[in-house]
């Protein structure tokens, strides 16, 4: 007797592991699934990154991040993106202390894993102050980034 209570006691312990084991498979597999669903959908084209910078380097990166620009210097701005979209162009309007534009320029979205760059200097150079570039993509705002010059 004690034999078949010990067997009997096995076999809940097989019939008890096989139904675990049955559930988390069917979780993987829907796991499995709803990841397949997630890769599958792609994100709409946005403006991940903006860098603001003296210089500028290999993939249009800003190499010397700074907001502060002697009057002479060249600003730059570097725009990243990421996704897929309809609306592609890229606009950077600088802006005076004042408000007035004193540049503004659109360029294409590059392909993935570059960015765009937009530069600004002017001959005689910027007066001091602050200044701001506001980066559009399409025809919305997307980001602003405020800088000063000092003498």
């Known amino acids: 007797m004690a034999h078949i209570t010990q067997v009997g006691a096995q076999l809940v312990v097989v019939a008890a592991l096989t139904g675990a084991c049955s559930r988390q498979e069917e979780s993987r597999s829907a796991g499995a699934e709803i990841g ?13 990154n903006v860098m603001i910078g003296r210089q500028i380097g290999p993939g249009n990166r800003i190499t010397d991040p700074t907001f502060q620009f002697a009057p002479k210097d060249t600003v730059y701005v ?3 993106t990421e996704g897929v979209g ?11 202390q004042t408000g007035e534009v ?8 590059p392909q993935a894993g570059e960015n765009t760059e ?34």
Not at 86 to 96: C, D, H
Request: hydrophobic share 40%; glycine share 8%.
């Open 102 to 109: 004193l540049q503004q320029s659109s360029k294409p979205v």
């Open 36 to 48: 397949a669903t997630d890769s599958a959908i792609t994100t709409e084209l946005h403006v991940s």
């Open 78 to 80: 570097s725009v990243a």
């Open 118 to 151: 937009f530069r600004l200097s002017q001959p005689k150079g910027l007066k001091p102050g602050t200044y701001k570039v506001i980066v559009f993509l399409g025809g919305d705002s997307v980001e602003t980034r405020v800088f000063a010059v000092k003498k």
């Open 86 to 96: 309809e609306a592609g162009t890229l606009t950077a309007a600088w802006r005076s």
